[in-house]
């Protein structure tokens, strides 16, 4: 059973940045897809980014192509969200999932069967 742990969530101004860490554990964190989904209030569950199994594939939603960056530490059970130039828009619960899918990249909320529990991010205008 994995588990997934986010942190790093907090309130910032426009135009500023965060980085949102997700550890793993219970599982080989180095086979799963990892990714990153975000529920702003009165919205479905949409698909920000994902990292392959090997960190050598990523994809971005267009809204934050540019903007944010995934990266992993298969040595850490780690994968991060690096969130630069954010805008209100951003403002949403940011959930990181995990799966062991050999394909990529993989958008579909439903295509992963680890969640995490969460952490808000904030953006004041």
């Known amino acids: 059973q994995v588990q997934l742990v986010e942190s790093g969530g907090g309130l910032v101004q426009a135009g500023g940045s965060l980085r949102l860490s997700c550890a793993a554990s219970g599982g080989t964190f180095s086979s799963y897809t990892m990714g990153w989904f975000r529920q702003a209030p009165g919205k479905d569950r949409e698909f920000v980014c994902a990292?392959?199994?090997?960190?050598?594939?990523?994809d971005y939603a267009d809204s934050v192509k540019g903007r944010f960056t995934i990266s992993r530490d298969n040595a850490k059970n780690t994968v991060y969200l690096q969130m630069d130039s954010l805008k209100p828009e951003d403002t949403a619960v940011y959930y990181c999932?995990?799966?062991?899918?050999?394909?990529?990249?993989?958008?579909?909320?439903?295509?992963?069967?680890?969640w995490g529990q969460g952490t808000q991010v904030t953006v004041s205008s």
């Open positions: 990292i392959s199994w090997s960190g050598r594939s990523t």
């Open positions: 999932a995990a799966d062991n899918i050999r394909h990529f990249p993989v958008v579909h909320p439903s295509e992963y069967g680890y």
